[in-house]
C-alpha cells in the first residue's frame, strides 16, 4: 500500500511515492515546463535516475507520465494503480475554510475554487492534479494538506491588516500565511530533538527557501507569520522583495508608466537577493560574488540576514520571550555563513551561536552553545512526509 504525494505548480508538477508501512520513498521525479515545447519528466526509481524530454501538454499528461514509469515492469515499483491508497495533494490556499488536512469531497473542492481568487497562481493547477489524479486512480483517496492551515490559529490582531474593516469583511484581505506545512512540521520535530514539550516553548521558525517566512509559534501554536494575503510579504526573498512601503507601488504605476501587472512581476521576480545583487536569486552564487569583492551582492547578503533579524526581535516581542529558533529549507540548512550572519551580535538577547556547531552540515542538530539561553536548531524540513502521514491517518 502507497501514498502518492502531488505538488503541482502552473508549469510543473512534483511527486512522490512513499510505502505506507515503512514510509520509505519508492520513486519521487519532476515534470517541469508543462504545456511548452521542451518540457521534461525527471524521475529517481530505486537505482535508475533518468531525465526524459517528452510532450507533457497538460497536468493529466504529466500525472499520467509519472504513473508510467512507476508501472514499468521492469524498472518501476508498482504492479498495478490498487496499489495506490490515498494521493496527497499540496493546496497552497485554503483560505478560512481549513485549518487542517482534509479528504477532497465536492464540497471541499468547490472551497478550493472559491480560494482561487485568493490564489490565482497556485490552486487552478492544483485543481488540474487533483481532477488527473481522479480520472487516473478513482480509487484512491484525495487528500488535501494546505499551505495556510497552520496559521489560522493567529488572532485577529496579528492576521488583520489596519484597512477599513470592510476589505476583511467583503474581500477577504487579511494575512494567511504560508509554508504552515513546514514551520509545523520542523516545530515538532525542534520538540523531538531537544526533548520538550512544544505546549511550553516559544519558537520562532524560519523556512529560508527560494520564499522566505518565519512564523512565531507559541505552545505549538502559530500565533503570527511574516507572509500575508500573499507570499509576497515579510522578509526579502530570492527574487521577492518581501515587505516595502506599499505607497511605492503606486509611486511606480504613475511615474515610471508601469502597469499594475509590471509592478507585480518587479516585487515577484526581479525583486530580493537578485534585484539588490544584480546577480542571481540564489544566495551560493551571491555569496560567492560578494566574497569576490561585487559590493551589491554584499548588500544583498546584509540586507537578507537584517530584515530576519528584524523578524526575529519582533515575535519575541510579541510572544513575551523566545525559547528556540529552528532555521530550515534551502539556506536555513545549508547556509553556515548567513546563520551566522543573522544571529551575529545578539548575546545581550540570549543568543550565542556555537561557531564550530554552526559549521557542521546535515541532519538535524543545535547549532547554538550551551551557554546560549535561547536554543538554535537546524532542522531539514520535509512537507512531503507531512502530507504521507496526514493522509494516512485521514484514510484511518
Ligand atoms: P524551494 O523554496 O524552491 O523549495 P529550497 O528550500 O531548496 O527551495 O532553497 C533553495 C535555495 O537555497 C537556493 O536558491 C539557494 O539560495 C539556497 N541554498 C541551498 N544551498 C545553499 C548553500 N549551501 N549556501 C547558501 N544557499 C544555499
Do not use: W
Amino acid at each position: 500500500m502507497d501514498i502518492l504525494v502531488i505538488n503541482a505548480g502552473s508549469s510543473s508538477l512534483k511527486y512522490q511515492l512513499v510505502d505506507k508501512e515503512t514510509l520509505q520513498v519508492l520513486a519521487k521525479g519532476n515534470c517541469e515546463k508543462i504545456g511548452l515545447d521542451d518540457s521534461f519528466h525527471k524521475f529517481e526509481i530505486g537505482e535508475l535516475s533518468e531525465t526524459r524530454v517528452m510532450p507533457i501538454p497538460d497536468h493529466q499528461s504529466a500525472v499520467q507520465a509519472a504513473l508510467d514509469v512507476m508501472l514499468d515492469p521492469e524498472a518501476g515499483c508498482l504492479k498495478n494503480l490498487s496499489e495506490i491508497v490515498a494521493v496527497g495533494h499540496r493546496i497552497v490556499h485554503g483560505g478560512e475554510y481549513f485549518s487542517e488536512s482534509v479528504i477532497i469531497t465536492d464540497e471541499v473542492r468547490r472551497r478550493i475554487e472559491e480560494c482561487i481568487l485568493l490564489a490565482p497562481l497556485h490552486n487552478p493547477p492544483a485543481l488540474m492534479a487533483l481532477r488527473a489524479c481522479s480520472i487516473l486512480m478513482p480509487n484512491a483517496t484525495p487528500v488535501a494538506v494546505f499551505d495556510t492551515a497552520f496559521h489560522q490559529t493567529m488572532p485577529a490582531k496579528a492576521f488583520m491588516y489596519a484597512l477599513p474593516y470592510s476589505c476583511y469583511k467583503e474581500m477577504k484581505i487579511r494575512r494567511y500565511g504560508f509554508h504552515g506545512t513546514s514551520h509545523h512540521y520542523v516545530a515538532e520535530r525542534a520538540a523531538l530533538l531537544l526533548g520538550r514539550s512544544l505546549t511550553d516553548m516559544k519558537m520562532v521558525t524560519c523556512h529560508l527557501g527560494n520564499g522566505c517566512s518565519l512564523a512565531a509559534i507559541d505552545g505549538g501554536f502559530s500565533v503570527d507569520t511574516t507572509m500575508g494575503f500573499t507570499p509576497l510579504e515579510g522578509v526579502m526573498m530570492g527574487t521577492r522583495c518581501g515587505s516595502i512601503d506599499p505607497a511605492i507601488v503606486s509611486y511606480l504605476i504613475e511615474n515610471k508608466d508601469l502597469t499594475p501587472d509590471d509592478v507585480n512581476n518587479l516585487m515577484n521576480r526581479k525583486s530580493g537577493l537578485l534585484g539588490i545583487s544584480g546577480v542571481s536569486n540564489d544566495l551560493r552564487d551571491v555569496q560567492e560574488a560578494a566574497a569576490a569583492g561585487n559590493e551589491q551582492a554584499a548588500l544583498a547578503e546584509q540586507m537578507y540576514a537584517h530584515s530576519i533579524k528584524k523578524y526575529l526581535g519582533q515575535y519575541a516581542f510579541e510572544m513575551g520571550g523566545l525559547d528556540v529558533v529552528v532555521m530550515t529549507a534551502g539556506v536555513g540548512e545549508n547556509s553556515a555563513r548567513m546563520r551566522e550572519l543573522i544571529f551575529h551580535n545578539l548575546g545581550t538577547m540570549g543568543i550565542i551561536i556555537d561557531p564550530a556547531r554552526n559549521a557542521l552540515s546535515g541532519g538535524e542538530r543545535i547549532i547554538s552553545s550551551d551557554n546560549s539561553r535561547v536554543t538554535v536548531a537546524v532542522i531539514p524540513t520535509n512537507e512531503e512526509l507531512v502530507i504521507v502521514k496526514d493522509a494516512i491517518r485521514l484514510i484511518g
